[in-house]
């Protein structure tokens, strides 16, 4: 439980507005450990969304370093990061992305399609990870036939069934009713103790923020811990 998946230092980021330099990040140190799981808190423009796309390799910090699993991502070219992120690192949103012209198992097995798996193996396990979420009577479902949980749940699956280290969440229960919400939260938990993947929860929901091991809040381009969330 005490290895670092995740590691910043003094990551920061800025942006050129009109000719003036606005920092959203400034100088970043975070640590995740292994299976732990982690909500962010912060206003809307806080820079939440900017530090989940740095975290995984999808916009790149404008100084600083992120280490997931020791490796340095900001080294590797672009088309390493891609390989690194399908090999190592999952992502849930608010509204779920599915491929609506794929079946619910298709979408879940493109993860290992891309990393090479034969088409039967990645159905295999595709399927398997559905009938863990609860979907397996929906595997052959498109997205427009699936309720908005049931969609999530897909998404939640599709994140999951290459068994990343790093599972990066933007608001994922955002655009669900607080029923639905605490279904899908309860899902995520379930996995993160079976699995030991390690989660970073961009969110504006406190009950769900309160649930997690840990919280950090971003304010003035800094990451702040949180220790008690009144």
Not at 111 to 133: D, Q
Not at 202 to 211: E, G, I, N, Q
Not at 224 to 229: F, G, M, N, S, T
């Amino acid at each position: 439980m005490n290895n670092v998946v995740l590691k910043c230092e003094n990551v920061s980021k800025n942006y050129l507005d009109a000719g003036n330099t606005v920092q959203v990040l400034n100088e970043i140190n975070f640590e995740v450990l292994e299976g732990e799981m982690v909500a962010v808190l912060g206003s809307s423009g806080s820079g939440k969304s900017t530090l989940l796309h740095i975290l995984g390799t999808l916009d790149t910090a404008s100084a600083g370093h992120v280490y997931i699993k020791s490796q340095d991502v900001g080294l590797l070219s672009r088309s390493k990061q891609a390989d690194f992120r399908n090999e190592n690192l999952g992502f849930i949103y608010q509204f779920h992305h599915l491929l609506m012209e794929f079946t619910a198992l298709e979408n879940v097995a493109m993860p290992l399609l891309i990393k090479g798996l034969k088409p039967n193996e990645a159905s295999i396990t595709a399927k398997a990870l559905l009938e863990r979420v609860g979907l397996g009577h929906r595997i052959d479902h498109r997205p427009s036939a699936l309720s908005g949980g049931e969609r999530q749940r897909v998404a939640i699956a599709r994140a999951l069934v290459a068994e990343p280290a790093l599972i990066l969440a933007d608001e994922p229960t955002g655009n669900l009713d607080k029923q639905n919400g605490e279904l899908i939260f309860d899902l995520l938990r379930e996995l993160n103790k079976t699995l030991k993947t390690c989660f970073v929860v961009v969110t504006h929901d406190l009950a769900l923020a309160k649930k997690m091991d840990r919280i950090v809040k971003l304010e003035d381009g800094k990451l702040i811990e949180v220790k008690d969330l009144a």
